[in-house]
């Protein structure tokens, strides 16, 4: 099965075969009586954990949009999956700029474990004086004689980086060259000395977030990604993929932030508000039409790679979450003062359910800054999506150690 066909008959047949091969394996493999972690590797290894990745990478070279079948088939079995909102950095951004820029060898030591979640990923990109605009960070990056890196600098807003095993991580390492060169792209162990790993206490009372400070780490050559002075290119790479993760998501309807107000909407005539109704309606519409477009997007991704209309789906889920999380409080009224928990907590992806409206409500406020900002989303749709003059930038040709900071 590693040749795909891209004709509709060639995927019905593809299809009907892997739906099989999953069906098989199951069968030779009962997870009510094998070991969670070792059914996760036995899937993988049976190139059933993506099947557009390569053969001896967990995949079979098959066409993405046959990953559906393949996770139907295990989630109707009941087989437990690689909980992947515990590690979305990892599997959502991290092991496509590996695929692409990784040599075989880091491919084969690092995907495996990364999908099974026996490793986790954080993102070191954002620094405090170079948060949107990331081509002006100033994390160094200096060579050794003998190949090995130093790393100094400190990143900023860096979600799992208390949990994660493994970080990719984008740094300065020409100071010369403009700002979207001199950039080179690294992976780093965050056990590695000199990596220390400090929670930022956000306005939900939560600490989801962390600051990282890079205190002389010392990186082999061998876990670069992409040529030196290159990482601005690879980081392109990350943060398509990013915004798709973010705004591209499948959910079914109702199920993003429109669900809590649709619920309290139709099961609390008492807090209806003749004069909101409108728009809670125009809210409805809008999130199931942006459902719908998250899943053009996905079967756009599944055809090739992610392309800059990620952007559009991010900023409009970011600009309807908050307005939808705010007017949820509007129809609560003075139910809405109340907050649930203040305590300090280290939460992971998992833990953001159950929260009440006013966690929600404020937690979104994140939602326009994280994964790029709505100002660069903005920016992008305009330039690379409707073709528009690009944005006058005073510091374009400049070299960077000259740019004002």
Not at 57 to 82: H, T
Not at 201 to 225: C, K, M, S, Y
Not at 353 to 360: A, E, K, L, T, Y
Request: net charge negative; glycine share 10%; proline share 6%.
């Amino acid at each position: 099965m590693s040749t795909q066909s891209t004709t509709p008959a060639g995927l019905d047949q593809t299809a009907a075969k892997l739906k099989e091969e999953v069906r098989d394996f199951l069968a030779n493999h009962d997870h009510t009586k094998m070991d969670r972690l070792e059914f996760l590797r036995a899937r993988y290894d049976a190139g059933l954990a993506w099947v557009n990745f390569p053969e001896g990478l967990g995949g079979k070279g098959l066409d993405r949009s046959l990953q559906g079948i393949v996770a139907d088939e295990f989630a109707a079995s009941g087989a437990p999956d690689n909980k992947p909102s515990l590690n979305v950095i990892g599997l959502g951004m991290a092991a496509p700029t590996l695929l692409k820029y990784a040599t075989p060898q880091q491919l084969k030591d690092r995907l495996r474990p990364m999908w099974t979640g026996e490793e986790i990923w954080c993102q070191l990109f954002s620094e405090p004086g170079a948060g949107s605009d990331l081509a002006g960070l100033a994390t160094s990056a200096v060579q050794q004689p003998g190949g090995d890196w130093v790393i100094n600098g400190q990143k900023v807003w860096t979600s799992l980086a208390h949990e994660a095993n493994w970080a990719i991580l984008v740094t300065r390492s020409d100071p010369s060259a403009v700002k979207h060169r001199g950039m080179t792209y690294f992976f780093v162990r965050m056990d590695t000395p000199g990596v220390d790993v400090r929670p930022l206490r956000q306005i939900t009372g939560e600490a989801e977030f962390n600051e990282v400070f890079l205190d002389d780490v010392h990186i082999p050559d061998e876990q670069r990604l992409g040529e030196v002075g290159a990482g601005w290119a690879v980081a392109q790479t990350t943060l398509m993929n990013e915004r798709v993760a973010i705004g591209g998501r499948s959910m079914p309807r109702e199920g993003g932030a429109i669900g809590p107000l649709a619920h309290r909407w139709r099961n609390h005539p008492e807090s209806r508000d003749p004069a909101l109704h409108d728009t809670v309606l125009n809210y409805w519409v809008q999130a199931e039409a942006l459902r719908l477009t998250s899943v053009r997007l996905g079967q756009q991704l599944a055809a090739g790679q992610p392309g800059p209309e990620g952007s559009g789906v991010k900023l409009a889920y970011s600009t309807l979450a908050q307005e939808t999380y705010g007017l949820e409080l509007e129809v609560l009224g003075e139910a809405a003062l109340r907050y649930d928990d203040y305590s300090m907590g280290r939460p992971n992806m998992e833990d953001r359910g159950g929260r009440g409206p006013g966690f929600r409500f404020l937690r979104s406020k994140a939602n326009s800054i994280e994964g790029g900002t709505s100002e660069i989303m903005r920016n992008i749709i305009s330039e690379r999506v409707l073709g528009l003059p690009p944005e006058y930038r005073v510091d374009k040709d400049l070299p960077w150690k000259d740019l004002a900071r």
